[in-house]
């Protein structure tokens, strides 16, 4: 049984019914300080340097986007207004979204020539 299973299975732990991420045994949220001073700790542990609690949300998106999921679905995800809104923000070209596009591009126009 993995750590977060067991977790979960202890009858001490009351899982919020929001379904919240960072909470504590009795369900309730943690506060942005706490989950912040947490992180910061796992950081230092790491030897890997703290960069905030929004850098999460960016690696997310742009993972999702590199994976090749929608900017519908990412922009649904985020609780973005808008299409534009995601792609503004997230939808730097890294490299290998430039090279999957390109080797779209490349399929394609191989049996068009």
């Known amino acids: 049984m993995k750590q977060n ?19 504590n045994y009795l369900g309730n949220y943690l506060t942005p300080f706490t989950v912040r001073e947490s ?9 890997v ?11 997310h ?3 999702l986007l590199e994976s090749g999921a929608s900017i519908k679905f990412v922009s649904n995800r985020l609780g973005h207004k808008t299409i534009k809104t995601t792609s503004d923000t997230y939808l730097d070209i890294t490299e290998k ?5 390109l080797k779209k591009f490349a399929s394609y126009t191989k049996d068009k020539i």
């Open 61 to 63: 998106a742009v993972l």
């Open 5 to 23: 299973e067991m977790i979960l299975s202890n009858k001490s732990f009351n899982k919020n019914s929001d379904n919240i991420i960072f909470q």
């Open 49 to 59: 340097d703290y960069k905030g609690t929004h850098c999460f949300r960016h690696t």
């Open 97 to 101: 979204i430039e090279e999957d596009e």
């Open 39 to 47: 992180i910061e700790k796992y950081c230092k542990k790491a030897r």
